[in-house]
Structure formats: C-alpha cells, structure tokens
C-alpha cells in the first residue's frame, strides 16, 4: 500500500526555457516578431497598433473606431468582410486598450493568404458606413445600460475615477452623454490619424513560412509611419486615501468592493518584490485573502489581489463580490490581512509554497508558442527586455521574510487606499 | 490526428495517456460521470456543492491545494448537468503529487463539518454573483423548468433554489459521495510530457487499491415528447428586452446530433451567418441574436436568444425570427454557406490541439460518450453532410409545438 499521508517527493522548478521571439528584419522595414513551431498549422497573427482609447477626450471614439474596423472599407461591405475572413474558418479579433488596439487573426496556414488582404483593406481603408454605426452604436448603448445594473462595473469605473480623476485618460469611464457625441466623421478622423498610416507591429506564432513573412511584409510594409501621435497630459494627483465611496444600489444582493491606489510603474525596483507580496496577500487560490475570507468566513466566491500597470502608472487592487450583510466584516478582514503583511513575517513554510508555485508559472508563461507570444506581448508593450523575466525569477528565488515586510510596509498601508463599495448603502 | 493509449484497472478506472514532449507540463484530468442531472429534485445544486467539498480536505489529506501549490500546480473543476470534472496542472517532474491527491480523494473525504459550512456559504455567494445580482442572470432558471417538465434538466446546475443548498446534510453529502464518486464511474486522463508506463505504474500504486463502488442508477423520467407550445413572460429591471425560444433537440449520441450542430452555425456562427446579416444587419430587429445547442448529453435544446432592437416589440421579433426559421425548413443552406460551417470546425479542431487541457478534457469526454478515438473521426462527421441534411433536421426540430418561449421584458420605469 502507498504512504497516503506523506506527499510523495517533488522537484521545484530551478530553471526554464525561455522561448523568445525571433525579430525579421523585413525589406520595408516592418517590425515582425516570430514564434516558430512545427506541426501547428494555425497561425495567430497579431497586429498591435497604438490607437487606444486615452488620445481622445471621449472614450468611446477610439472603442468604435476599433470595433467598426471590420464594418465596411471603400470597396467591401461588412457583409462582404465577414463572409471573406469567416469562409476559410478564420477569426478575427477586434480589441481595444488604454494605448493599443489590437487586431488578432487566427488562420489555417494554408489559407492565411485569404485572408490579408482583408486586414489590410480595414486598417487603411475602413469607411464606417452610416447605417453600420447606428447598429453598432445601439448595441454597444445596450451593453452599456447592462452594465449600470451590475455592480462590478460601477464600482470599477468609480475606482479609476478616484484613482486618477474623471477626465484624466486612466481615470475617464464611458458616460451616457458620449453616446450623443460621437458620429461617422469622429471615427473616420481617429482612424485616419491613427490606423491608416501607421505601421503595425506584428506578431506571428505557429508553422509560417518565409512565403508568410514576405507576404505579412508586402501588406502591411508600405504604410508609412508619419502622424506623430497626440501630447497627453499624463500627471494627476491622487488625494482621495483613506476614504470610502458608497455607491447604492436598489435591491442588489451583493456588493463589490475595490480597495486600492496608484502605484509604482513595472520600471520601479519595487514592482517585482511588491508583485511577490501581492501574490501572498491575494494572488492565487492560497493566498491569505482566499483562505480567510473564502475558505473561513464565507463572505465570498472569490477575492483576489494585484498590480496592474498602464504605461504613465501602476495600480493596486483588491476586488471582491460580498454577500450584502457581510461587506463591512469582509473589508475588517482585508484590513486586518493588510496588517499582517506589515507586521509579521511571512512563516518559510508560506514562503516556500510561494517561491514554488510562482517559479512553475514561468515553466507555463513560456509552455508553446501561443502563451511565449502573450509573454513577449508584454514585454514590448512596456518597453522591458527579456531580462525582466529573468531578474523576476531571480528576485522569486532569493527574496527572505524580512524583504517582503519592508515592501508591505512601505505599500499595503489600508491608509493609502481608497476604497469603493457598489451595492450595499453606507 | 489525436494520439493516445487506454488501460482499465481492475476496479474499473479507465486511464487515457496522450504523450506531447515539447511542453514542461502534465495535465491529469478526471471526469466523474456524476451531474445535476443525478441530483434529488429536492435537493438542486448538490453536485455542485459537493464539487466544492472536494477541495475540503481528503481522508488522508487535511488540504488538498497545500500541496498541490508546492509541486508548483494548479487546479481547477467544473460541474454541469451531465458530469464534473477536476483536473491539476503541473511540472513533469511532480506527476506523482497529483496522483496522490486525486486518489486519496476518491479513496475518501474528510467529511469535515467546518467544509460543508464554508462551502454552503462560498456557493450561496456564487449563486448571488452570476444568477441573482446579474442582469438576465436568471434566465436558465426560468428557460429550464419551461422547456424540460420531468427531466432533471429542468434545473440549472446551481439549483433551483439557494434554499436546497442551505439544506444540505453532512450525511446526504456522504451518500452522494459514495453513489457516485467511484474509480468506475471516472475517466482519468494524463495529457502532456509523459509516457504510457509511467502513468500505467502511477495508477496501479495511486488508485489500484480503491475498491469499485456502486453506482446509483439513474431512474428518471425521459421528457415526454411536447405537443404544445409553452410560453412565459417576465418583467425585470433590465435595460432591453430579450427574447429566448428554445425547441427540443436530439441527445449527443444522437445520429442526427452533427447536422443539429452545422444547423446551428449556418444561422449564427460568426457575423456572416444569416441570423446576424439579416434580423441585425439588414432588418434592424435584433441587436443581437444567436443560436445554439446547450451541448448536453441527453436530449438536448435547441435555442434562440436575442436582444431587441429598441423601438421593436416581442410581436414583431418573433415574426421576423420565425420568417427565418421558415426559410430554412423550406430551403437548404447554400453549399458557400455549408462550406463555410465547415471550414470553421476544421480550424476549431486544430486550434483545440494547441493546449493540453482540451485535449485532455476532449479525450475524457468522448470516452464518457461512447469511446475517445471517436474524437478523430469527429470532424469527418461534420465535413460529410451536406445541405439538405440541414434543412432536413431544421424541419424535424422547427416544429412550433415543439417550442418554448421566454419573453424577458425590461421595467419601464427603475433605471
């Protein structure tokens, strides 16, 4: 009979394999990165472009630029749009950021071909056609009214308000009124000035082929890289610490609280060790978040923490769905889990499972092409080397007790936080 | 091309093993074949309940995630009407820690009150955030019990109600676990950088000494062919109205289930599909509308679910809906828009093989149905019907007594 009470032994991840992307330098000068592998003939293509949603006062420009590119050109209907990506079993993906957009392609190697040219055709020369824009525009209102009625959403739109201010570009929530502000001609001027001249950059992952490359090259080389992009005042001033927002909702059940504050950018020293310490706070399911307000109490289905950083600042969070009646025992909780961290060094035993957890998730960041590329991602949009990872992993390793106190003590101050409950009244 | 090797120890736990050496991981998947649709009618929600205790703790194990997040794992499970599946993620090298875990669990739980307490609570919050503090979150809650009259398919996979969970006893806990939680009533799949004797040795020494159980039969009722239409009109405070009909389809083992699938797509895969181009596009009625199977083992629902355009009313949706369902039981698809369906499935399936949770998940699951080479032949099944196989079932299944609708009209007033 096997021991049944003893884990059998186990390695912990020492080191990875870090597949990093191949840059090509192509004829026109295009930036292509590449993730090679045999045998996987779906390729994902990825066009990233900065046309995000802080260069324009009115959010909803830059979201219905992007999410109308695929609505009509001068010489394809969106009918037509459709029916030539869809007919060869590709996916287009539309998505918008706070800087990027994002236009993701999935398509069989052998009709890749196919379908190109229609990505081209609505990066240079979308139209957004009148009748195109009144639907879209009546579904995205739809979606907005639904998102009024959940909690969620209030409490994360009143959270960047507070954080950042609501007209800075980071703190800046869709409104009603935007709706009314927005028509063919403001889409047409945003995607002129930032999708139609500007070079995308390009990521592809999966089984190319030079043929591939070359023809990527040939689409999309030629567009010139002229429009400066817009000057954005980025500075703002957070005086809200301490302070708690109520916003009521009529016979909602539940709440969602946010806490948190501006921080540090990913280029801070601190971000890594602070990332560590969030991890213990509330970063996976044994977080000391999880397993006191889930796992003990009850409050909640789930509670997590983090950092999360847009390129002029970083943020931490601390978000949760609590039953009506417990939401104030739930925010004492994480106060009182703040705390902790501040005080009391983390036991090796906790520290460990951290350091061995965390260190296999390097194995998955890097585990094929598809997750590599998502990696390098992030990495090229903050302007970091691969070497992040490796400093990460290296800081993981060796990081002691008394590091992560310091770092809770100078961050995890519930004084510094602001802190937002949508759902139950004050 | 999905390769993978099978073994059946002999208490009945089969054993898939698909061996792919460039990744770091190992998944290790397994499907209990216990869903909603095993539960007490008094007792909705309690699969999923208990899908939640087996992290509580095991007999041997006082935390199942401790451990599992020192070999560098994760994990997760989900439950439906049909099955509940668990599977751990986690370096090659520590393959042994999760085979150790899942076995001691399914030897015994630690049945601890303080569990079943937490639990209750944890999954009474779940309930709150994704049914009732949702907007239209309760629609399965009210399109189930309209379509389905007997079959425990009439309730949701959360429950019909958050009381039955508050209900739950430690024993009816202990008796579900021992009806149903049994080496031969599980598929165990290991996907990833392994190989087939080692796991075939993990088994025997993890899970060979795990006495076979019996298995609680299922005895329900099938759902009684309808013969009337059924309808049912809410108010809510939502912004929009939304409109669902949903019709009864064929089970997944069904001959007829792939051209249900196809048909499905013809009308509503991507935003080339005719629902879309059409009650969207063209006509302005809908600003969203699609249509889908909900993918059950029995006998299962085909279904319409779409947001009114404003300014348009129920009276007018449907008729433009029913218009296009009229189309399609009169006319077979195109051979462009059969083509393009089909396409579609080619690049779902080589997109699937990308990761080794699907194809872990995929290879449990075609095993529960019947057996897991049938996985390789799947696509074949789509790719060789043909128009009028579509048009066929559409016929079969349109039939407006075999109907149920959901009128889910916003308050006026509130917002």
Not at chain 1, 264 to 280: C, E, Q, W
């Amino acid at each position: 009979m096997p021991d049944r009470r003893t884990q059998p032994p186990f390695q912990v991840v020492s080191e990875f394999n870090m597949l990093k992307a191949d840059k090509r330098n192509t004829t026109n000068g295009l930036e292509i990165y590449t993730f090679y592998v045999e045998n996987q003939d779906i390729l994902k293509i990825e066009f990233i472009i900065e046309a995000g949603s802080v260069f324009d006062k009115n959010p909803l420009t830059a979201d219905m630029t992007n999410a109308m590119l695929n609505e009509g050109t001068h010489t394809r209907s969106s009918a037509q749009i459709a029916d030539e990506i869809e007919y060869f079993g590709a996916y287009l993906s539309l998505n918008l950021g706070k800087h990027f957009a994002y236009i993701t392609l999935f398509s069989l190697k052998k009709y890749l071909h196919k379908a190109l040219p229609v990505i081209e055709d609505i990066l240079r020369n979308a139209n957004f056609p009148e009748k195109e824009f009144e639907i879209v525009k009546m579904s995205q209102f739809q979606d907005f009214m639904v998102s009024r009625q959940r909690t969620r959403d209030l409490a994360g739109d009143a959270f960047n308000e507070h954080l950042f201010g609501t007209e800075h570009p980071y703190g800046r929530s869709v409104r009603e009124s935007d709706f009314d502000e927005i028509n063919t001609n403001t889409l047409q001027a945003y995607h002129h000035r930032f999708y139609k001249s500007s070079k995308p950059r390009v990521i592809i992952s999966g089984a190319f082929t030079e043929e591939h490359i070359n023809l990527i090259d040939s689409h999309f080389g030629d567009l010139i890289h002229s429009s400066h992009l817009p000057e954005i005042n980025f500075d703002f001033s957070f005086n809200e610490q301490g302070k708690t927002v109520y916003l009521p909702k009529k016979d909602s059940v539940q709440s969602t609280i946010i806490m948190g504050y501006p921080t540090i950018l990913k280029s801070h020293p601190d971000f890594i060790p602070l990332n560590i310490a969030s991890m213990i706070l509330g970063g996976y399911f044994g977080s000391r978040l999880m397993k006191n307000i889930r796992e003990d109490k009850g409050y909640t289905y789930g509670i997590y923490s983090g950092l999360s950083a847009y390129r002029h600042a970083g943020m931490f969070e601390i978000e949760a769905e609590t039953g009506i009646d417990v939401t104030e025992k739930a925010v004492k909780e994480i106060h009182k889990e703040l705390r902790k961290m501040q005080n009391d060094l983390v036991q090796t035993e906790e520290l460990e499972r951290v350091r061995n957890y965390m260190s296999a998730s390097f194995l998955r960041r890097f585990d094929g092409v598809l997750a590599a590329s998502d990696a390098f991602r992030a990495l090229l949009l903050s302007n970091l080397e691969y070497s992040y990872y490796e400093n990460y992993f290296k800081i993981l390793k060796n990081i002691s007790a008394e590091e992560i106190r310091e770092i809770s003590q100078r961050y995890f101050s519930p004084e510094l936080m602001v802190t937002v409950i949508a759902g139950k009244s004050e | 091309m999905l390769q993978f090797d099978k073994f059946v120890l002999d208490n009945g736990l089969k054993v898939l093993v698909h061996s792919d050496t460039t990744t770091p991981m190992v998944t290790v998947n397994l499907l209990y074949d216990v869903g909603a649709r095993d539960e007490h009618p008094e007792r909705t929600g309690f699969a999923h309940l208990f899908e939640h205790l087996m992290f509580g703790g095991s007999i041997n194990i006082p935390e199942f995630d401790t451990p599992l997040q020192n070999a560098g794992g994760t994990n997760n499970a989900f439950t439906n009407n049909d099955f509940t599946n668990y599977y751990i993620s986690l370096p090659k090298e520590n393959l042994e820690t999760a085979f150790w875990l899942e076995s001691d669990r399914m030897l015994s739980l630690a049945f601890t009150e303080k569990s079943l307490e937490v639990q209750r609570q944890v999954v009474i919050e779940e309930f709150k955030q994704r049914y009732l503090n949702q907007p239209y979150g309760d629609l399965w809650l009210l399109l189930r019990p309209l379509a389905y009259t007997v079959h425990p398919y009439s309730w949701a996979t959360i429950g019909k109600d958050i009381s039955h969970i508050e209900q739950a006893t430690m024993q009816e806990v202990k008796d579900f676990f021992y009806a149903h939680y049994a080496p031969n009533n599980c598929i165990m799949v290991v996907a990833g950088n392994t190989d087939f004797d080692t796991v075939k040795t993990l088994a025997q020494k993890w899970f060979g000494s795990i006495e076979s159980r019996k298995i609680k039969p299922r005895i329900y009722s099938k759902e009684p062919l309808q013969t009337q239409s059924r309808s049912l009109h809410v108010k809510r405070d939502v912004p929009t109205n939304a409109y669902h009909r949903a019709y009864h389809a064929c089970s997944r083992t069904d001959i007829d289930f792939h051209a249900t699938d196809l048909l499905s797509d013809i009308l509503s895969l991507g935003e080339s599909a005719r629902l879309h181009q059409r009650l969207v596009k063209d006509q302005e009625i809908f600003t969203d509308i699609d249509a889908y199977i909900t993918g059950s083992i029995e006998e299962n629902l085909f279904v319409f679910s779409g947001k009114l355009a404003d300014d348009v009313d129920f009276e007018t949706a449907e008729a433009a809906l029913l218009s296009e369902i009229d189309t399609i039981c009169k006319t077979p698809p195109t051979d462009d828009e059969v083509q393009k369906v089909k396409n579609i499935w080619e690049s779902k399936f080589v997109f699937n093989e990308t990761n080794a949770l699907n194809k872990a998940m995929s290879l449990a699951y075609f095993e529960l149905i019947g057996d897991a080479k049938d996985y390789n032949t799947e696509l074949s099944k789509y790719q060789n019907l043909k128009p009028i196989d579509i048009q066929n079932i559409a016929k079969k299944i349109f039939r407006p007594e075999n109907s149920s609708t959901l009128y889910y009209e916003a308050n006026q007033n509130e917002l």
